[in-house]
């Protein structure tokens, strides 16, 4: 049996953006007929999607079924219906990033209930990291970009995914906001990073994707079972001695909403084991809690549409691999 982090297996090798001939199609049906058309054309898209990524359906269903049995009281089914529904969330952040790449939300349409908390670190010149997931749209942070004080966000990507979307989009890139690719930390990463939180900048990285080289996770509950999670977000945050925070956004009635929440005003990680990693299991156990509240908000806007869960990631990888030979 192929364990589950094998390279064929790891979430980047999964082709979550393996429909761009078909965002590329939205982004001009968008830009022609605007939004109504857009959600035309898009149901088939993800119609197809759905249909021929047995992978990301299974994933889907996965995720369903623990959120089903971590959340009775919400009344949500794991059946095929409700994935396909889930695949519509995702097709719909689509759109929601072709809105906010081509200049057309504002401040707003957002609703941003701690903003203060932001404004009081851009008063102090403090920089900070801002600890995200996949829980909707993190796009949404070029809205909040535009706030007073000229905020400067860092995005730390682990592939080129997200760059090659923004070239799709035709984006010319933002003033106030920066893709860094980031696969290993390096020294010289390091430094331009600290340099970054020293002129009071902001570092955004997700926590709940593991690193795409190296085995630097850390196991801890998430609806109920084990899964790793990456162990970068804190050792990072342990080099640069900055103030951490959880930022996530996603949809709600129609408008966004952004949540920010104080996650820890400095982490240190001793050196030691099994301190260490006692440490890091606290530390991505408070990010999963605040991961599975976000989910109970909001179900069907965590994407993340590979095999998750550390008992049942290789089992599914190889069961659909067998079927699909």
């Not at 889930?86 to 903003?115: A, C, Y």
């Not at 009081?120 to 970009?145: F, T």
């Amino acid at each position: 049996m192929k364990p589950a982090n094998t390279a064929a297996r790891h979430w980047a090798a999964v082709e979550e953006n393996s429909l761009l001939w078909g965002i590329q199609a939205l982004v001009w049906v968008y830009r022609l007929f605007g939004r109504w058309v857009f959600r035309l054309v898009l149901r088939p898209v993800v119609s197809y999607y759905f249909l021929a990524s047995r992978l990301a359906r299974e994933a889907s269903r996965d995720y369903l079924r623990h959120l089903v049995r971590f959340y009775p009281e919400l009344g949500i089914g794991s059946g095929l219906w409700q994935s396909y529904r889930h695949f519509l969330s995702f097709g719909e952040t689509l759109l929601d990033k072709i809105v906010v790449w081509t200049g057309n939300i504002t401040p707003e349409q957002v609703d941003f209930p701690n903003r203060q908390l932001l404004l009081d670190l851009i008063e102090q010149k403090r920089g900070a990291m801002l600890l995200s997931g996949h829980i909707g749209n993190l796009e949404i942070c070029q809205a909040i970009a535009t706030m007073r004080g000229h905020i400067h966000l860092n995005i730390l990507v682990h592939t080129k995914h997200a760059e090659k979307f923004n070239r799709l989009l035709g984006s010319r890139g933002s003033a106030t906001i920066q893709l860094i690719q980031v696969t290993e930390l390096s020294p010289a990463i390091a430094i331009t990073l600290q340099e970054k939180i020293e002129r009071g900048e902001f570092l955004v990285m997700v926590g709940d994707r593991v690193p795409v080289q190296g085995g630097r996770t850390v196991s801890a509950s998430f609806l109920g079972e084990d899964a790793e999670f990456p162990q970068g977000p804190y050792l990072l945050a342990s080099l640069l001695r900055c103030p951490v925070y959880t930022l996530f956004c996603f949809p709600v009635n129609g408008r966004f909403k952004i949540h920010l929440e104080h996650f820890a005003e400095s982490i240190r990680i001793p050196r030691g084991e099994p301190k260490r990693q006692d440490m890091l299991k606290t530390l991505a156990r408070q990010y999963t809690e605040r991961l599975e509240a976000y989910c109970r908000i909001a179900p069907l806007q965590w994407f993340n549409f590979y095999p998750y869960w550390s008992k049942t990631a290789a089992g599914d990888a190889d069961r659909i691999a067998a079927e699909d030979n």
